[in-house]
């Protein structure tokens, strides 16, 4: 029997063999041995709920900050769809689902004149991507917002986790790796709705000006190093001054934009960037002791 017959009849879509390279940011990647689409939480929870642990689960959200390995990513890779993608207004609250785009949240909650949340305009990811990563910009963070997430562990068992359990610090999360977060709640406060699309367009407009958004990218390779360690420059100075701006293997390429920024200029592969990022790890250890951290997560086989 071929893996994916072995797999548990769902609603939703399940497909043997998907490119991942389409989905992703990068445009890099081999194939999800088994791509599935739930249609619904109670569809991925009967899912979960009938699998064996033995099989790997790897969940992507907007792949925006995903390099996925050439060789493919096996067992089932699970990408939550339009079920999940809902997003409402419960006064100062937004409950939205986990496939929601961040960006679809800030116009969300600036047209309910909520303000707080403008921050996620500027990240090109879904909510349950934010989860993960504690994503942000320009001085806020998915922690300062949060109140609670709904998540289905590896057996398909329901949990609302509130903002503690999640374990936030910069660009992580302490939770455990193989939740899969379905839904999120957020609170904003009561704010002025032109002020608010005031900021949201600011925000756009600085992400124009800095980033490579118009590339394909991942968004900030390396995390931020603590700033005792590297005398306070952030992880694209660094990179910078070691020279890393520009540089280039295969197809992969340092954005001479924002030089933490990695680009595919049209041929890479997955291990083009693998060996691209490890270079510089190596160069600005060389150059400032500093040891860089990949904030992009790698999954699959490279
Ligand atoms: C142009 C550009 C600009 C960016 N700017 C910023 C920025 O300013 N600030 C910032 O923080 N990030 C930024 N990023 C990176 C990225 O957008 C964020 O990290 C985002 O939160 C990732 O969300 P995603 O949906 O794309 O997740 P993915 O890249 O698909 O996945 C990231 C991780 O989250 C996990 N994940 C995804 N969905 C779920 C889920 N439902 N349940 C459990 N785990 C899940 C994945 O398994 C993976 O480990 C940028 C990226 C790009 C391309």
Redesign the pocket.
Known sequence: MSFIDSLPEVRGLLVANVPLKKYT?LRVGGEAEVLFVPKDESDLAHFLSSTSNEIPM?????????LVGDSGVKGVVIK?GGGFSNVSIEGSFVRAG?AAL?SKVAKKAALSGISGLEFYA?????V??????N???YGSETKDVLVSTV?LDRSGRRMVLNLNELKYSY?HSGASND????EALFKGVPGDISSIHDKISEISDN?NIS???KEK????TFKNPDKKKSKGLSAWELIDAAGGRGLKVGGAQMSQKHCN?MINTGEATAADFECLGNEIVSKVKKYSGVELQWEI?K?GNF
């Open positions: 940011w790897t969940v992507l959200g907007a792949a925006s900050n995903l939550l986990a961040d500027g990240i090109p990811g879904t349950g991507g934010a989860l993960r990563m994503a942000g910009c998540a660009r939740l899969i977060y379905t992400r980033q490579p958004i990218t991942g968004g900030s920024f997560q999954i």
